[in-house]
């Protein structure tokens, strides 16, 4: 993997979902990415997988989320120890105890759209 790895929390083999849209702009834009869902699937080269918590990813700089507040619970201690440098909430995600806790342990927290962040070419390394 590449020192900036993207995993997309949410992810759906539906192209008209924006995890889709994010996955194929990410590829397009040749960022390494990992997809988790609630369905195993695939968006172009990268297959969506169900979330294991055990499961470890080296090296993951992003973590994009698209999942409501709701959902997102059981994943905080999932991202919590993976320590990404980042975690972007897109809109509807915005999870203000979450983010106050990535905040706690270090991990840059980015309220934004990632396909715009993408498309303007702010989607970078921290």
């Known amino acids: 993997m590449t ?6 929390l949410g992810a759906s083999e539906n192209p008209d979902r924006y995890s889709n849209i994010a996955i194929r702009m990410l590829r ?4 390494e990415t990992i997809a988790i869902g ?26 994009t989320l ?5 959902n997102q619970e059981k994943y905080y201690n999932f991202i919590l120890n993976l320590k990404p440098v ?12 979450f983010m106050d806790e990535l905040e706690r342990n270090n991990i840059e927290v980015t ?8 498309r303007t ?3 970078k390394p921290l």
């Open 66 to 70: 698209y999942l409501n507040p709701k």
């Open 121 to 123: 070419q702010q989607y």
């Open 3 to 8: 020192p900036f790895t993207t995993i997309v």
């Open 38 to 63: 609630n369905k195993v699937g695939k968006v172009l080269d990268v297959p969506i997988t169900i979330f294991n918590p055990y499961e470890t990813y080296p090296n993951v700089h992003t973590i």
């Open 111 to 118: 309220e934004a759209c990632t396909l715009v962040l993408l």
């Open 28 to 31: 397009s834009y040749h960022f």
């Open 86 to 97: 980042r975690v972007i909430f897109n809109p509807g995600t915005e999870n203000q105890d």
